[in-house]
């Protein structure tokens, strides 16, 4: 059955980097139809913090509302070769009543004209991975998917600290070690974006050090728009760490069960994580396939066995 609108092209807008309103506008539609977890800062935080940094908002001429969106982020590898710069496009969002009137393909082609020459990247939810590849040559993927982790806070079993570990809070942990651990992890150039990430008024964040004093572990949850908890960036050598880091955390938060749900997504290939989110759900937890990581050119390279929680799914791969 053909979708019928009275909508068209020439009603809309199309916006560079608008102004917070707009941002808040995509945020509460995102949250309502597709359950996201971003929170108000996000959009702030990606404006500082990317070298290059896209966002394109369709705002309808007469509501004067954001009614779709999507953008796009630079950075470099950690190596600094420009093969392995990569372009991330996110906030891929057209509210419900402008699907089907092209709007979406027109704010897709501003930004794939944009990085089509280098290395593209995007974490696409299920339904839409199929179609990422086909039109938008988005056929390079891993083989897995990214599992999302979800479980009521009402049921939420904190678990102990492995003793071999100390958990730290982040100011006392020196900033070029907290880098050089992400950048073990997901091998890019981002430390601003990281510090401005885990440093944010909506996150908790907590780092693992070993008996040496050797970074082992970086948690941050985060109080996100939907008044749910998510965890990432949440990386960790292994699950006595991963654990450690949650015990500390959860701990942590204020009246923790204000919020509906605890919410993490992360690479299947961590064979440890499952189970971390099912004790921590004590049997409450549902996990399943989310989005599929997917890249133009070629399969970015990412330490995805340690990644409990990928920072998050609009600028970032891991």
């Not at 930004?111 to 696409?124: D, F, Q, R, V, Y």
């Not at 880098?179 to 073990?184: F, I, K, L, P, R």
Request: negative net charge.
């Amino acid at each position: 059955m053909v979708k019928m609108t009275d909508k068209s092209l020439e009603d809309v807008e199309i916006v560079l980097n608008p102004d917070q309103k707009h941002w808040m506008e995509i945020v509460q539609w995102c949250s309502k139809t597709e359950e996201w977890m971003f929170t108000i800062d996000d959009y702030r935080i990606w404006l500082e913090s990317f070298e290059k940094f896209w966002f394109y908002v369709a705002i309808d001429k007469e509501s004067k509302e954001a009614v779709a969106s999507i953008s796009l982020s630079f950075d470099r590898s950690s190596i600094g070769e420009k093969e392995d710069d990569i372009y991330y496009v996110g906030m891929y969002y057209v509210r419900p009543e402008w699907r089907s009137t092209g709007l979406g393909t027109l704010l897709f082609d501003k930004i794939m004209e944009i990085g089509k020459h280098s290395n593209m990247a995007l974490n696409g939810v299920m339904k839409m991975s199929p179609k990422y590849a086909s039109k938008y040559g988005f056929d390079k993927m891993p083989a897995y998917k990214h599992d999302f982790a979800s479980i009521p806070t009402e049921h939420l079993v904190i678990p102990q600290v492995d003793s071999h570990y100390v958990i730290k809070d982040l100011n006392e942990v020196d900033e070029s070690k907290l880098v050089a651990y992400d950048v073990s992890i997901a091998h890019r150039s981002r430390a601003k974006y990281l510090m401005n990430f885990i440093s944010g008024d909506d996150s908790f964040t907590k780092i693992a050090l070993d008996g040496n004093g050797k970074v082992v572990g970086i948690g941050c949850v985060r109080a996100v728009y939907s008044n749910e908890l998510c965890a990432g960036p949440f990386y960790a050598d292994n699950k006595a760490v991963a654990e450690s880091l949650l015990s500390k955390i959860l701990s942590s938060i204020p009246d923790i069960k204000k919020y509906k749900t605890f919410g993490s997504l992360y690479p299947a290939i961590n064979s440890e994580a499952a189970s971390v989110f099912e004790a921590l759900g004590g049997g409450h937890a549902q996990i399943g396939p989310f989005t599929q990581c997917q890249f133009t050119k070629r399969i970015f390279p990412t330490s995805d066995e340690k990644v409990f929680g990928v920072i998050e799914c609009a600028c970032s791969i891991v």
